[in-house]
Each structure stands twice: as C-alpha cells, then as structure tokens.
C-alpha cells in the first residue's frame, strides 16, 4: 500500500496512506494536512498515472524535492525521501504481505529473524540487557561507547571510534554509518569494511534495507537478506549475497539522524536477538553523541555569526552616506555567508533598480529594472517575505540559463518606517545572495541572520537620508549652506596647520532673475537642478553648496589660485557650451570669483575673496573666470556687493 511516513519533526512517524488523488499543504483543505510554518498553505500534489505515484509542486515558491533534488513531475519509487519546507517524508509502495501477489515466487515466509523498537532511554536499554542475562556484558559495553563517543566534538571522530566499537563487538564484514545531510539527503558519513568484504568487491548498501528501518524506526535483524521478501528481491542484495544483516535507526527525541548498517558476507554464525538489542543500545548513544555534536558546532557557528553580524551592523550604522552603506552591506553580507555573488536592489520611483553589486558590471547597472509583478526580487519586495530557494532550477521565474555556481539563493526585504498620513513598515529594497563557497545551500538560520540585517541596513539608509534632508539642497542636491560652512572651517584651520593650498570658487548664474521672469519659476529650478548636475559631473572631489539663490560655493582642498582658476573654466564651459533641457532649450552662463586662502586668514576673508572676484567677472561682462590675486581680504566688497 502507497503512503507517506513523517521522518522527522513533531509527527515523527506519522503515516497518510495516498489515494489515486493527493495534495498535501498546511491548509485544511488538503488530503495531507501537515501543520508546519515551512509548508505552503498548498504545497505539492500527488497523483497515481500507469500504475505509478506522480509528484509535482502546487506553489511555484515552495520547491518539491525528492532525494535531494528538486522536481517539477516526477514519478516516486518505493523508498524515496521527499522534502517539502523543513519536513522530510518516506515514500513507501511495498507489497501488501498478507497479500498473496505481495510473496515472491517459492518464498512462503519472511527470514527477518527479529525486530526492535529504538531505545527511547539508557534506562530502557539496560532494563532490556537484564531480561535477556547479557546486563554486565553489554552494561560494559555501552559504557565504553557512551564514554569514547563523548570524550569528542568532532563528528568525524566520533563516527570513526563508532566504526571501531562495531567491528571490536560485533565483527562485520562491512558497516556503514549515514547520516542526514541538513534533514534532507541520506549521505554516507563512515565507513569500514573488512579484508573479506573487500575480496567480494561491493561497497554499495541495499537501500531497501535502510528503507525498512527508516520507515518502521525499527533496528531489524535478518539471517538471509537475499530470500527476504520484504525486500522485493533487489538486485543490489542478491549480487552482494548478504549472509547476516542488522540495521538500526539513530533517532533522538522525535529526530532521525541517520541509520547504522553492518552485514556478513561469509557463512559466519549469523547475528541474534541479543545482537540487535546491543546494536539497539550502541545506536541510542552514538544518537545521543552525534545530536551533543551537531548542537555544540551549531551554537559555535550560531555564536560566531551573531558576534560578527553585531559587528557589521555597528559598522555600517556609523555612516551617513547611503552609496558607502550600501556598498560595505553587501560585501559584509557576502563575507558573512561566504558568497561570491551579492546585490543590493532599491525601490526607486517604482522601479527596483542595482544599489551595488559585487559581482555585475558598473556599467550594466543602469539597464537592469527587475518586474515588481514578476521577478522574485520584486515578489519578495512586495510582500515583504524572504525567499530562500535550495534549487532554483525548480523555481517559476529563475532564468533556465542562470550561470551562477550554485542552485541555492537567498532573497529577504530590507524594511523602513513609512513616513507621512499611513505610518507603519514598508520594504524599500532586497539583499541577494548566491554562489555560496563549497556550493553549500542556504538555511533557515542564513535567512533569519540576513533578516536582521537587512533591518540594521534600512535602519542606516533612513538616518543616512535624514542627514541628508538636513545638509542636501533639495533642488540643487549640493549641500545646504549650514553644513558647508562647519565643514569648510575645519579645512581652513588645517591649512593653517600644514600650509596646503585651499582654494575657493564663488560662482553666480548670469541673468537668472530674468530667466524666471520670462520663462516662469519651474524653468528657473529646472535651471537650478541641471546647474547641480554639471557641477558634480565637473567637480566632483569637491565640497560644493548651494550660497544662496543662483550662487553656488565650491571649496577646493590642494588647489592654489592657478589649479583653482583651471577647475573653474572647466565649470564655466561644461555650463555655457551645452543648452540647458528645458523647452525650448536654453543657454545659460555662470560667472566665477576664485580666492586663495593666505596665512592667517579666516573662512570669511576667503568668501570675502571669491565674492569680490566673482563681482569683478560680472562687471567684466559675465561668463568668465577672474581671480582675486591679492592676499588681504578686499575691505570694499560688501559696499561693492551693496
């Protein structure tokens, strides 16, 4: 009979029998109801089609895999591992045995000698050696395991004293130790295989055997594996003639962690009862080992992330410009998950446009505009979900040529506080990750660490455009004139500590009351804001703000009067010699004072400088460069200016 067998999690051995038409999801509509936060409300149908079970996903962002990889149809065999969310299930189809069709020909009855529950306490275990009069030898035993098995931290240690236990006490031709690989994939952890079983040449395990135990969480004993017909005759162990095999399940508290398998190949003295009991008692403390094990190195990592996830949000609160926040969060993202390939993505306008990447080139960043409908970045920027993929080939919306190293991705929203009539969290941008070092996929505890600080980035990015609504000129986008002036005293009180040149441009648009009056305010700020742009293209090292109305000051650090007077013809041409984007389009002209700064002057003799010489271009007749060559700060300026 086809069912389904929970492997894992609170329903631990929980089993659904299938119908000729299934779906299983959290909702309560589905024939299998599995109530787990992991699992979408519809997550995967199964379907019986020519005398075969068929699985497909329902949710094109919930992934179906099946033995470790993902699906999109795929017929199921007796024994295969399918994971949906964070629960693993066992599909069995084995024969119905009371059924007459189920026994195969000339076999009348099973040889699996005994079965046993796995021990749920060391106090079950010894209460089951003291019925069976083995209490002091396998007491010693058991203490031995429990022992050796503890005194490490190291996983590959202690599978390989494991190895070591089993072929002391029990003498296999082969044993094999696996173990889940992140609740999902089977994988061989260990092995150990005598000179006998080497000469018979197979290394591989019946996974009809590991089946059975997985799914009945029963430790078995069979005498001939070959002629047991609940094992459907598989190739695999009629080619390895297996004499004598035990299997048992490493399971701690509702959690299987894996199986321990060994067999006899030689026409030795088969196992017994008792065999299996101490197997029984061996795999509940090597279970108990292995989970201190896995605990003890995911507190470390656990640990070891949150110090540096600390220290990465520290650092990046410290900033207040966006474009340096978002570059250092990305690369410590990349550096915190060990990935190769990053990028931040920003709301802007509606359109999701490339904050930073550390992987795509500069130049492509403007031509790529993911769908807020239909791409998965702007799936997740809208409802404000992460989205963590272990496949992407199984995943609507991922590109079917995607050459990036690894299948697993990770996408989480980067929230803000909303401002204005509806308060409240919205999503400004996501953080991508992929290509992860070792092709490792990424996990729940790599989605919830990215969370947090993809909350610490959007924290940073709204004080850093809190700054910038303090100190950036809305129109112009220079700095207001409040922060250039506390900004620009400390550059003045350097130069008079180590004499470098300091230089300074007044600049004034040519006739711009008239544009506004001819041509209307909107084209006068449509003026305003093209100025800024050529000014930032043209200087863009600069401390520049806007003075007041059309003017604008520029401070430059490390330049004399002759460096100065150069930056401010390259100004003057780049707004002159190209018309202003207004319709019609218009020319405009600026004139520039440029003033060094001399020993023992201030801030405002300075201002004073440029200020006189910008007023000497305007008499001059406008759109032209002049510099104050004098060193005392002009005394007639502010009647001049009057």
Request: charged content about 25%; hydrophobic content about 40%.
């Amino acid at each position: 009979m086809a069912q389904f067998i929970i492997i894992d999690g609170p329903r631990l051995g929980g089993i659904t029998p299938l119908g000729k038409s299934n779906t299983i999801g959290r909702s309560p509509g589905n024939s299998f109801v599995i109530d787990d936060a992991t699992i979408a409300p519809r997550h995967a149908r199964i379907d019986r089609k020519n005398g075969a079970f068929h699985i497909s996903p329902v949710d094109p962002l919930s992934p179906v895999i099946v033995n470790g990889n993902p699906v999109k149809a795929e017929a199921l065999n007796h024994g295969d591992l399918v994971s949906l969310g964070d629960i693993t299930l066992l599909f069995s189809d084995e024969p119905d045995p009371s059924s007459k069709d189920s026994t195969p020909t000339g076999e009348t009855t099973s040889v699996i000698r005994s079965r046993v529950q796995h021990f749920q306490s060391v106090e079950e275990v010894i209460s089951t050696f003291r019925s069976r009069k083995t209490l002091n030898e396998h007491l010693e035993t058991l203490y031995r395991v429990g022992a050796v098995l503890n005194a490490t931290l190291e996983l590959s240690e202690v599978v390989e004293e494991l190895l070591n236990i089993l072929f002391e006490v029990l003498e296999p031709d082969r044993a094999f130790v696996y173990l889940f690989e992140d609740r999902k994939k089977l994988e061989l952890r260990g092995q150990r295989i005598s000179s006998a079983g080497k000469q018979a040449g197979f290394t591989r395990v019946s996974n009809s055997i590991l089946n059975e135990t997985l799914s009945k969480k029963e430790g078995i004993l069979t005498e001939d594996a070959s002629r047991d017909q609940r094992f459907d005759l598989k190739q695999s162990i009629l080619d390895q003639e297996i004499h004598s095999a035990i299997c048992v399940p490493l399971i701690k508290k509702d959690r299987i962690l894996g199986v321990i398998y060994l067999d006899q190949l030689s026409d030795s003295e088969p196992y017994r009862t008792d065999d299996l009991n101490l197997m029984n008692g061996i795999a509940t403390q090597a279970a108990l080992a292995i989970e201190n094990v896995l605990h003890y190195h995911r507190t470390v990592r656990y640990s070891g992330t949150l110090v540096r996830l600390g220290q990465f949000s520290r650092k990046i609160s410290s900033y207040l410009s966006r474009n340096i926040i978002i570059r250092e969060a990305i690369e410590h993202a990349c550096e915190l998950f060990h990935c190769r390939r990053g990028t931040i993505l920003l709301d802007k306008n509606g359109k999701l446009r490339v904050g930073w990447s550390t992987w795509i080139d500069q130049h492509l960043w403007g031509g790529i505009e993911p769908s807020l409908e239909d791409s998965l970045c702007g799936k997740v920027l809208s409802g404000n979900n992460a989205m963590l993929v272990d496949d992407s080939s199984g995943v609507e919306g991922t590109h079917p040529e995607r050459r990036y190293e690894s299948s697993s991705f990770l996408i989480v929203p980067i929230p803000a506080r909303a401002e204005g009539i509806n308060p409240g969290e919205k999503s400004i941008g996501v953080i991508t990750l992929t290509d992860r070092e070792g092709n490792r996929a990424f996990t729940r505890d790599d989605q919830e660490f990215l969370t947090v600080f993809a909350a610490q980035v959007g924290i940073a990015l709204q004080n850093a455009n809190l700054f910038e609504r303090a100190t950036v000129d809305t129109l112009t986008k220079l700095r207001t004139r409040q922060f250039f002036f506390a900004q620009a005293e400390e550059f003045v009180k350097a130069h008079a500590d180590s004499g470098l040149a300091l230089s300074l441009l007044m600049c004034d648009l040519d006739d711009f009351k008239k544009i506004n009056d001819t041509r209307g305010h909107p084209v006068g700020d449509v003026v305003l804001e093209e100025t800024g742009n050529r000014i930032r293209e043209t200087i863009p090292a600069a401390l520049t703000a806007r003075y007041g109305g059309e003017e604008v000051v520029i401070l430059l650090p490390g330049q004399n009067r002759k460096k100065a007077r150069m930056s401010g013809e390259r100004l003057r041409a780049a707004i002159a010699d190209a018309p202003f984007p207004t319709d019609p389009p218009l020319s405009v002209s600026m004139s520039i004072g440029v003033g060094e700064v001399a020993r023992g002057d201030t801030l405002a003799d300075l201002v004073h400088k440029a200020d006189f010489a910008m007023y000497e271009a305007k008499k001059a007749g406008k759109n032209r460069v002049v510099v104050f060559e004098g060193d005392a700060a002009p005394e007639s300026v502010h009647r001049q200016r009057k």
